[in-house]
């Protein structure tokens, strides 16, 4: 599976996501990439969207994004958390646990 990109109007449509914020270049970003691949490997689907934040200035003010890479979750309509420190692919899991919780039911 693969990070699905988004555009800032089509997240406005939605309630609920796990959205990546990332820059190209930033080499930290990529590591955090790898890290939200492995997790959609395992579940074989897609879990995360993203987003380049050198395209989208006006989303990164309005949301007050401070830097990159950055998990911003959106739970019923409101803004939950801003996650810049990735750590792991288990420190990862924590967010998905939390605010993707069909996941794990079977």
Do not use: W
């Amino acid at each position: 599976m693969k990070v699905q990109q988004i555009s800032e109007e089509k997240l406005a449509e939605l309630d609920d996501f796990l959205l990546y914020i990332y820059t190209p270049f930033c080499g930290t970003c990529h590591i955090a990439k790898a890290f939200l691949d492995k997790i959609e490997a395992t579940h074989g689907e897609t879990i995360f969207y993203e987003m380049n934040a050198s395209l989208y200035p006006d989303f990164m003010q309005r949301y007050q994004v401070e830097s990159v890479p950055c998990l911003l979750i959106k739970e019923a309509g409101e803004i939950k958390e801003k996650v810049y420190t990735f750590h792991s692919v288990a420190n990862m899991y924590h967010y998905v646990y939390r605010y993707a919780a069909y996941l794990f039911q079977q």
